[in-house]
């Protein structure tokens, strides 16, 4: 089997006809529908579905689309680092960075410090939820990402960077009372939330940490705009639960209080997350040593206090 009939394959099921990926790799379309028969003659398996709408993949077309698009990306990968291998690292990296967590406020210092230490990189950020990161890492469309930590993932794995314990924002209108610092779970209950959907792993955490008291979740919204869900707040319109580092970059206004929920406590997870199944490009792994640089350096001063 080699790359050539992988990659004609993946053009096929991505221009969903023969015809039409023909077209695009300037092949003739016997010969194309040749190298499609050779490889299920290799594999024993039928790989396409032919009809007058296209062409679509069997179960086992499937499958291999999901690995040669895997063995394309590393062949593609390694001649990269062969032809850079000595310089400094350049390409592109992808990073997801969960938006309701303190790492969201990284990115300035991400960007700058990577741009000063290896000027060749592009850095391509975006805001992403745990449940579809899964699936983005794997796939290899991002390379490393900053998360709330779901639990153990196939595919994927998880360094745990940050613990931090959950706080509710609230207009300060609505807290006169709680001059503490802390509210109890169940007081925060009463309270109607904003909060993301259930794929975010935060939210999980609320609901779980909720159900087990035997409590109810008043939700007011699912909100996944920080502006948003800041005007919400301001509006005294409900309340959210955030970690405080993130309450604290988000809702530094005297407007807002930022109580610590106890008895019990939640805490949530920052990690960072890597394929487990294949190594990150030169370029990735530059980015990824100046990430944990500088969560280092951030627990380094949190703990120092």
Sequence with gaps: MDTRKLAYFVKIVDSGSITKAA????????ALSQQVSALETDLKQRLLIRSKQGVQPTAAGHTLYRHAQTILRLVEQARQDVASSGAAPAGRVSIAIAPYSMASSLTPRIISEVARRYPDIVLHLTEIYGGVLS?????????????????????VQFTTMIVEDLHLVVNGKSAAAAESGEITLEEAAEYGLFLPEQIHTLRQIVETGMRDKGLSLRLVGEVESVPSLTRLLRADMGATILPKSAADALFHEEDFRVLRIVDPGLQCKIALCTPDHEPLSEAASAVLMVLKEMLQEMLSAKYAR
Excluded: S, W
């Design 135 to 155: 699936e983005a890492i794997k796939n290899g469309r991002l390379d490393m990402a900053l998360i709330y930590e779901p639990g153990p993932i196939r595919g």
């Design 23 to 30: 077209a695009a790799l300037h092949v003739a379309q016997p």
